[in-house]
Antibody, heavy 119, light 110 residues
Framework: QVQLVQSGAEVKKPGASVKVSCKASGDTFTTHYMHWVRQAPGQGLEWMGIIKSSGGSTTYAQKFQGRVTMTRDTSTSTVYMELRSLTSEDTAVYYC????????????WGQGTLVTVSS | EIVLTQSPDTLSLSPGERATLSCRASQSVSSTSLVWYQQKPGQAPRLLIYGASNRATGIPDRFSGSGSRTDFTLTISRLEPEDFAVYYCQQYGTAPPMYTFGQGTKLEIK
């Protein structure tokens, strides 16, 4: 059973950056890719990107390219998502989620991190 | 880019009734990549169905998925009180490579 533990809630001002972490249990990195999905208040789910934890390669949704960076630290089994140039429209709960390699679905999810962007 | 449209937006039913939720794709998608999730308030989504018709581990057999190409369905045979939630479909597309969600169907108690 994979467990994902995310960092705590953040409050940021417009124009700032936020970096959210997601620590995975066990040897998740050897079997799973890691994704980030966000959900604005009262809205649906939006995929942001993937980091293939074995080699660290990334693919970002076009909407976020140039503004997001996903990284990983294999020594601590932690992935990070940094989003820059924040606006109020980035206020959302950010989830990390795992994908069993090439399965095309998200089988485990973190608890979510609320990022609030407000002046 | 493939767009997934779920219907209805809201479905009002009573416990014990049968629920049928639809997910329509703007173009044909591989059944392998069609997935359903359940989300309850304040919780992360939970994987229900993958590959259009395969139940995830621990999912009761009252949940079933079907469909192909552009039309997919999630059926809950007999609603239990804990089934009232929001349901999302999702697919993977390659041009550009991305994972797309439908807008969700809220299943509420009548």
């Amino acid at each position: 059973q994979v467990q994902l533990v995310q960092s705590g809630a953040e409050v940021k001002k417009p124009g700032a950056s936020v970096k959210v972490s997601c620590k995975a249990s066990g040897d998740t990195f050897t079997t799973h890719y890691m994704h980030w999905v966000r959900q604005a208040p009262g809205q649906g789910l939006e995929w942001m990107g993937i980091i293939k934890s074995s080699g660290g390669s990334t693919t970002y949704a076009q909407k976020f390219q140039g503004r997001v960076t996903m990284t990983r630290d294999t020594s601590t089994s932690t992935v990070y998502m940094e989003l820059r140039s924040l606006t109020s429209e980035d206020t959302a709960v950010y989830y990390c989620a795992t994908e069993l390699r090439d399965s095309l679905y998200f089988d485990f999810w973190g608890q979510g991190t609320l990022v609030t962007v407000s002046s | 880019e493939i767009v997934l449209t779920q219907s209805p937006d809201t479905l009002s039913l009573s416990p014990g009734e049968r629920a049928t939720l639809s997910c329509r794709a703007s173009q044909s998608v591989s059944s392998t990549s069609l997935v359903w999730y359940q989300q309850k308030p304040g919780q992360a989504p939970r994987l229900l169905i993958y590959g259009a018709s395969n139940r995830a581990t621990g999912i009761p057999d009252r949940f079933s998925g079907s469909g192909s190409r552009t039309d997919f369905t999630l059926t809950i045979s007999r609603l239990e009180p804990e089934d009232f939630a929001v349901y999302y479909c999702q697919q993977y597309g390659t041009a550009p490579p991305m994972y797309t969600f439908g807008q969700g169907t809220k299943l509420e108690i009548k």
